[in-house]
């Protein structure tokens, strides 16, 4: 796992899934951590913690986006939020498992929670890095290539 193992110490709250009723146990930053994310494995069970305003690999994928697709930074559009899901599917799986573009997941039973708080503390824990280690690894072609093909598969599924 290497530069997975570092990471940070998350608070989780406890949000109940409308589905299934389960309590979750949901990791949130605070309200001033920017350029910081919390990413979830596909399955719902496993959380990572990026960096992203430090990563290179995130850089690397919003200056595609920016080239190939006219993505803007500077304010919200739907452009950003397909650029966040081709990051996130970017980064090296989570022991095996990939990231979900649909945090957070009840890991019960898969639904998307439709509303989650910081009003009951569920617990404190500790979540690895997310990394991109594959991604860097890869040609400037190839990587544009990868980019172009999540952005696809993002804006028309």
């Not at 430090?54 to 690397?60: G, K, L, M, Q, T």
């Not at 708080?117 to 400037?140: C, E, K, Y």
Request: net charge neutral; hydrophobic share 35%; glycine share 8%.
């Amino acid at each position: 796992m290497g530069a997975q193992t570092r990471g940070r110490s998350v608070r989780f709250f406890t949000n109940t899934c409308t589905t299934c009723a389960n309590n979750v146990g949901v990791p949130l930053l605070s309200d001033f951590a920017y350029g910081e994310m919390i990413f979830q494995t596909d399955n719902g069970k496993d959380f990572a913690y990026a960096e992203v305003i430090a990563e290179d690999a995130w850089s690397i994928i919003a200056g595609i986006c920016e080239n190939e697709f006219g993505l803007g930074r500077k304010k919200p559009s739907p452009k950003l939020q397909v650029f966040h899901c081709v990051a996130i599917r970017c980064a090296d799986p989570l022991d095996g498992r990939p990231y979900t573009t649909h945090f957070p997941l009840c890991p019960r039973c898969g639904a998307k929670l439709t509303s989650y708080g910081d009003n009951q503390i569920h617990h404190d824990g500790h979540v690895p890095r997310a990394t991109w280690q594959r991604f860097m690894s890869l040609s400037p072609e190839a990587r544009k290539s990868l980019v172009r093909k999540l952005w696809n598969e993002e804006v028309d599924p």
